[in-house]
């Protein structure tokens, strides 16, 4: 291609994210449109989005979608990629009734400290490509199965080979060598682990869930984000997936990007979210696999308070890299519209990250593109379970 552009026309359906263009909604929806990008040493960027075909075709030999439909990457900003081994018998049990408290946690931490950096490298590059084909062009990823301070460390670095979104998750659970000795773990996490694992996270989250003997209260997890923020890294949080908590409170209280799960919430927390810039990260995904009540999007948005859709992408709770199922799944159980999930799966998620380069479409920003093999977004969740969506270009 001349000067590395690139066209794409006779797009039916252009998702932008920018409520300054097309029909201005917020998903900013451009009817038969047409993109010009190009390649730069930072990836593609586009340098035309429109009505106007030629502004395309007089640069080069375009690609003709017709009439399908174009959306902003998926983000999926909640994921635990780095694991060894699956507990697919812990599933069948659950969609018998048992329920889950996270006990089922110490089988992966098993797997995961006994394979080879090859071996997680392997499996890190294979579950990326599949959400790549799945319309994901942004992950972020969490350590959380190594719980010992080199294998939370080599997790995170491993992470960071494939994504600047890393998540130091040592207070995932309490490990057995440490469960007659919680607060000695909690020291740990808080003052080595975190050392070892500051250069190569971004982030720093607890799963806060006092109901469980595995996780962490409201004071662990305070001062474990606490030390966190001190080494550079933001907070964000697991809250609300067993029970009601001080999770979301807490989150709030610290500005944390985000608060994840959020299956169980007080009128108090909803206040707080809605008073607040943290982003409610929903992961309808997990209430499936793990047959607890869905979380409701639509309280929440009717509160104002900003919505993020992800997987949560993990060998436990739901081991599903697919956010299409995940949208599917928030307009049928979350109260959601198809245009509130898509807006969730995307410039939502990116919020989650504190990030506005992605989960939208505009002119000089990077050519994040998911291609939907239909007419519509709309048939993200109109078509559950099949594979129309897909991210443009290689992974
Ligand atoms: O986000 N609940 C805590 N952590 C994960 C599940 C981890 C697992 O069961 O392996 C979650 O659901
Ligand atoms: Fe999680």
């Not at 979608?65 to 699956?86: C, I, N």
Request: with cysteine; aromatic share 6%; proline share 6%.
């Amino acid at each position: 291609m001349a000067d590395g552009l690139i066209g794409l026309v006779g797009i039916g359906e252009l998702v932008t994210n920018n409520p300054e263009l097309g029909d201005g909604s917020d998903l900013g929806i451009i009817a038969n449109a047409s993109i010009l990008l190009q390649q730069t040493s930072a990836g593609p960027v586009i340098r035309y989005l429109g009505g106007d075909a030629l502004q395309v075709n007089q640069h080069c030999e375009p690609i003709d979608l017709d009439g399908r439909a174009v959306v902003p990457g998926f983000v999926d900003s909640h994921t635990h990629l780095v694991f060894d081994g699956d507990r697919a018998e812990e599933f069948v049990a659950r969609m018998g009734g048992r329920p889950y408290d996270g006990g089922g946690i110490a089988t992966t931490v098993a797997a995961t400290r006994a394979a080879s950096d090859d071996q997680l490298r392997m499996l890190l590059r294979h579950r990326l490509t599949e959400m790549h084909r799945q319309g994901t062009t942004t992950v972020e990823i969490k350590s959380g199965y190594g719980l010992t301070v080199a294998d939370e460390a080599r997790s995170l670095a491993l992470a960071r080979e494939f994504t600047e979104e890393t998540t130091f998750l040592g207070a995932h659970v309490v490990p057995a060598e440490y469960e007659h000795d919680r607060d000695g773990y909690v020291a740990l996490v808080a003052v080595e682990m975190l050392q070892a694992c500051a250069p190569y996270a971004k982030w720093v989250d607890v799963f806060c869930e006092p109901g469980s003997p595995h996780a962490f209260d409201r004071d662990e997890a305070r001062m474990i984000l606490r030390s966190g923020m001190s080494a550079g890294l933001r907070p964000r949080l697991h809250a609300g997936q067993l029970g009601p908590g001080p999770g979301v409170q807490l989150a709030v209280e610290l500005d944390a990007a985000s608060v994840d799960h959020c299956t169980y919430l007080s009128d108090d927390d909803i206040e707080a979210l809605a008073a607040s810039d943290t982003v409610a990260t929903l992961l309808p995904g997990v209430e499936f696999s793990t047959r607890s009540p869905y979380s409701d999007a639509a309280r929440l948005l009717a509160r104002g308070i900003t919505v993020a859709l992800a997987t949560d992408c993990n060998p436990g709770t739901c081991y599903s890299s697919s956010v299409g199922f995940c949208l599917a799944l928030a307009v049928r159980e979350l109260g959601m519209t198809p245009a509130q999930a898509l807006w969730a799966a995307t410039a939502g998620a990116a919020r989650s990250l504190r990030r506005t380069d992605i989960g939208r479409l505009t002119v000089g920003g990077p050519a994040d593109l998911t291609l939907i093999d239909g007419p519509s977004y709309l048939h993200l969740a109109y078509r559950p379970g099949v594979p129309i969506a897909r991210a443009f270009g290689p992974p």
